[in-house]
């Protein structure tokens, strides 16, 4: 009987220190947040690849623009003079319309997925080099964990400004605008 009183004594010993302990524990556990979309709105460099984007693709985008116009002018014209069309003239003006509508929603297709592709290829640059960052902060200023994604964080563990800092002062050093 002895024994398991001093069993129960010296768990409770333990489990007091335990809990003694606790508080120390927490406080040497730091934990930061970054907000992605944040980086991928104000860091230079995401902002460089989305002005490369917009200059590799504006062409291509105004001429969709401009075969989408051509087609809706074709178009309303048709509907204009389809009543004092032959039969046989409207059955080939239809096809023509069908056949440049068909071009069109190919090249437009065509246009988004390269589009697409090609700012995912861009985007990746951004987050590889982002994460990078976010681990030296983390290792500099002695950060246990970052989070990227959260319901809720306190104001006071957002270290996207520092992220994007130092995200900026990289570009800048090394005069790139995303490689």
Do not use: C
Not at 46 to 74: I, P
Not at 84 to 101: C, F, I, M, N, Y
Not at 143 to 165: F, W
């Amino acid at each position: 009987m002895k024994s398991i009183s001093r069993q129960w004594a010296l768990a409770a010993v333990l489990g007091a220190s335990a809990f003694a302990a606790a508080p120390v524990m927490a406080e040497d556990f730091r934990a930061g947040f970054v907000n992605t979309d944040r980086i991928f709105r104000e860091a230079n460099m995401a902002k460089s690849a989305q002005a490369k984007l917009e200059a590799e693709f504006a062409k291509r985008e105004k001429e969709l623009v401009d075969q989408r116009n051509a087609l809706k002018t074709a178009s309303d014209k048709f509907e204009r003079e389809a009543p004092t069309l032959s039969e046989t003239q409207r059955t080939s003006r239809q096809k023509q319309l069908v056949d440049q509508d068909r071009d069109f929603q190919r090249k437009s297709r065509e246009f988004q997925e390269d589009l697409n592709t090609r700012k995912n290829e861009e985007l990746q640059q951004v987050i590889d080099r982002a994460n990078k960052v976010v681990k030296q902060v983390a290792e500099t200023e002695k950060y246990d964990v970052i989070l990227q994604e959260a319901i809720y964080i306190n104001p006071k563990h957002d270290i996207t400004d520092k992220v994007i800092k130092a995200l900026n002062a990289a570009s800048a050093a090394s005069g790139s605008t995303g490689k």
